[in-house]
């Protein structure tokens, strides 16, 4: 059975950080590119960032340079470092695992951004 769990959402005061975390198993990490998305409400699910396999990064224009994807192959886990956060950021962050056809979805972590 293929889990994606994520974790490290929460509640942040605009400026501040947060880093999500997701542990993937019953699938070959390794071989999946991994990426994060967003939905806000009344919107749709956009990406926001993905990693293949080999390392290789690409972002949403709205967060680059704010936040970092990152993975690690050993732990079977994804993450995305989010710093300096806006109320704009505010979504349920979903992690998700690519391999041609295959994909598997999380069930989400809300990030809320909000003084």
């Known amino acids: 059975q293929v889990q994606l769990v994520e974790s490290g959402g929460g509640l942040v005061q605009p400026g501040g950080s947060l880093r999500l975390s997701c542990v993937v198993s019953?699938?070959?990490?390794?071989?999946?590119?991994m990426g994060w998305y967003r939905q806000a409400p009344g919107k749709q699910r956009e990406l926001v960032a993905d990693?293949?396999?080999?390392?290789?990064?690409k972002y949403a224009d709205s967060v680059k340079g704010r936040f970092t994807i990152s993975r690690d192959n050993a732990k079977n886990t994804g993450y995305l470092q989010m710093n300096s956060l806006k109320p704009e950021d505010r979504a349920v962050y979903y992690c998700?695992?690519?391999?041609?056809?295959?994909?598997?979805w999380g069930q989400g972590t809300q990030v809320t951004v909000s003084s």
């Open positions: 998700n695992a690519q391999m041609g056809t295959r994909q598997y």
């Open positions: 019953g699938i070959t990490f390794r071989f999946y590119a």
């Open positions: 990693i293949s396999g080999s390392m290789r990064t």
